[in-house]
């Protein structure tokens, strides 16, 4: 069936850092990819999204490129910040009524 | 804020009781997507309401049932609890069914069974 795998966390990062968190995915079809991000005592909230291949999300300073050759969508960012502590999910939708979440991965943004 | 209310927040209960978590979409929203968040298990999808009715359904127990009223609110029924069933309970809501868009999601209801 259709997945999504992300690294492991926690991420520790210093202020200023460059974050890279890798996401791949299995699924049939053409899916939309997705990042949500957790904050602490918070649901999640869309972080950017990509809908088809080479298509590149943006949001707040984080990027994700929708690759199908490698079936990788890795969120980035150039330099965090200690506000950009949280959880980030990695989501794929497919032609199915849910979204398929990884399990998440925890960022720690030092200052 | 992202429109999604749920309750109530925080829940503590006994095994074997049974309890109801409540979730009121976004204005305008047909969709109600429910979850469960556990650290074992991870975001875990347990069922998908469209405008009243089921259309998806994921890993929820038989001990689980849910329902959309006709005012679009969602209840998730939880019964004859274990400790397992000790997790943060999100409902998600969108304005379309099919396929699966942008999902608003509450701040969740954490429940524990003592």
């Known amino acids: 069936g259709n997945s999504v795998t992300q690294m492991e966390g926690p991420v520790t990062l210093s202020e200023e850092a460059f974050l890279t968190i890798n996401c791949t995915y299995t699924?049939?079809?053409?899916?939309?990819l997705f990042w949500y991000v957790q904050y602490p005592g918070e649901g999640l909230q869309l972080l950017l999204k990509?809908?088809?291949?080479?298509d590149k999300g943006s949001n707040k300073g984080f990027e994700a490129t929708y690759r199908k050759e490698t079936t990788s969508f890795h969120l980035e960012k150039g330099s965090v910040q200690v506000s950009d502590s949280a959880v980030y999910f990695c989501?794929?939708?497919?032609?199915?009524?849910?979204?398929?979440f990884g399990s998440g991965t925890r960022l720690l943004v030092r200052p | 804020d992202s429109g999604v209310t749920q309750t109530p927040k925080h829940l503590i209960t006994a095994t074997g009781q049974r309890v109801t978590l409540r979730c009121s979409p976004r204005?305008?929203?047909?969709?109600v997507y429910w979850y469960q968040q556990s650290l074992d298990q991870g975001l875990q999808f347990l069922i998908q309401?469209?405008?009243?009715?089921?259309?998806a359904k994921g890993n929820i127990l038989e001990r689980f049932s849910a329902q959309q009223f006709p005012d679009l609110h969602s209840e998730l029924n939880l019964s004859s609890l274990e400790l397992g069933d000790s997790a943060l309970y999100f409902c998600a809501s969108s304005v379309e069914g099919w396929p699966a868009g942008e999902l608003f999601f509450g701040e969740g209801s954490r429940l524990t069974v003592l």
């Open positions: 309401y469209y405008n009243g009715e089921e259309r």
């Open positions: 989501a794929l939708s497919d032609s199915s009524y849910k979204l398929i």
């Open positions: 204005s305008g929203d047909l969709s």
């Open positions: 699924a049939t079809g053409y899916p939309s």
């Open positions: 990509a809908t088809k291949a080479d």
